[in-house]
Antibody, heavy 123, light 111 residues
Framework: EGDLLESGGDLVQPGGSLRLSCAASEFTFSRFAMTWVRQAPGKGLEWVSG????????YYADSVRGRFTISRDNTDNTLYLQMRSLRAEDTAVYYCAKVMSAFCGGDCYFDSWGQGTQVIVSS | QSALTQPASVSGSPGQSITISCSGTSSDVGGYDYVSWYRQDPGKAPKLIIY???YRPSGVSNRFSASKSGSTASLTISGLRAEDEADYYC???????????FGGGTKLTVL
C-alpha cells in the first residue's frame, strides 16, 4: 500500500504559518490522490484537504479553505500542506494518507496512513 | 458541516457480535455508496477496514462486515475478540462543499 512519513509539525503562535511535508515511498506516487486528515487532542478524525494524482484537482474542508494550501511534487514523491493564519482550533495531529484512486472524488478511501505530525497553535 | 453521527461507545463480550451505526443525510451516506470505515488503536494511525459501503481490503478479517440502509451505515463485528478493542470511524463522501465527512467515532470495549 505504501509508506508515508510526515514532518514539519511544531509549536506556532496564533496567526502564524507552518508547512507540513509527507514523504512517500513503496508505491507509484503520481498514480494516486493524496489527502491530509487531522485529529485534535482527544477528538475524532477531520478531513482537511485532498489532491489528485496529477495535482490538477484540489479539495478543501470548509474549516481550512482560504488558509491552507495543499500541493505535491511528483518528481520528489512528496505531499505538502502549507498552513497560514493558524488558529488554536488547528491544533491537532496531522496525518497524510494515500487515496485508493487517482482522484479524491466520491470514492475517496484512504488505504495507507503516515504516523502523523503534531501541530500546536498556542501563544 | 456536522460530522456523521455515531454512538460514542459500544461494548460486547468475546464471541458476541456488535453493530456500530453511522447516521448521515441524503447529501452523504443516504445519497451515495461511498461509505468507508476505519479502525484506530490508541496512539496509532487509522486503518481502512471497509470501503464502498461493504468491501473489505485485502487482509481484513471477514468478521468485519458492513451495510447501508437509507442514510444509516452499519459496521458489524462478529466473533468479538479482545484485540477488536479500538475506536471506529465511519466516513462518507458529501456533495456539500466539504468533500469528505467523518463520523465522531465509536469506542468499542470488549468486556
Amino acid at each position: 500500500e505504501g509508506d508515508l512519513l510526515e514532518s514539519g509539525g511544531d509549536l506556532v503562535q496564533p496567526g502564524g504559518s507552518l508547512r507540513l511535508s509527507c514523504a512517500a515511498s513503496e508505491f507509484t506516487f503520481s498514480r494516486f490522490a493524496m489527502t491530509w486528515v487531522r485529529q485534535a487532542p482527544g477528538k475524532g478524525l477531520e478531513w482537511v484537504s485532498g489532491i489528485s494524482g496529477s495535482g490538477g484537482s484540489i479539495y478543501y474542508a470548509d474549516s481550512v479553505r482560504g488558509r491552507f494550501t495543499i500541493s505535491r511534487d511528483n518528481t520528489d514523491n512528496t505531499l505538502y500542506l502549507q498552513m497560514r493564519s493558524l488558529r488554536a482550533e488547528d491544533t491537532a495531529v496531522y496525518y497524510c494518507a494515500k487515496v485508493m484512486s487517482a482522484f479524491c472524488g466520491g470514492d475517496c478511501y484512504f488505504d495507507s496512513w503516515g504516523q502523523g505530525t503534531q501541530v500546536i497553535v498556542s501563544s | 458541516q456536522s460530522a456523521l453521527t455515531q454512538p460514542a461507545s459500544v461494548s460486547g463480550s468475546p464471541g458476541q457480535s456488535i453493530t456500530i451505526s453511522c447516521s448521515g443525510t441524503s447529501s452523504d451516506v443516504g445519497g451515495y455508496d461511498y461509505v468507508s470505515w476505519y479502525r484506530q488503536d490508541p496512539g496509532k494511525a487509522p486503518k481502512l477496514i471497509i470501503y464502498g459501503v461493504a468491501y473489505r481490503p485485502s487482509g481484513v478479517s471477514n468478521r468485519f462486515s458492513a451495510s447501508k440502509s437509507g442514510s444509516t451505515a452499519s459496521l458489524t463485528i462478529s466473533g468479538l475478540r479482545a484485540e477488536d478493542e479500538a475506536d471506529y470511524y465511519c466516513c462518507s463522501y458529501t456533495d456539500n462543499s466539504t468533500l469528505v465527512l467523518f463520523g465522531g467515532g465509536t469506542k468499542l470495549t470488549v468486556l
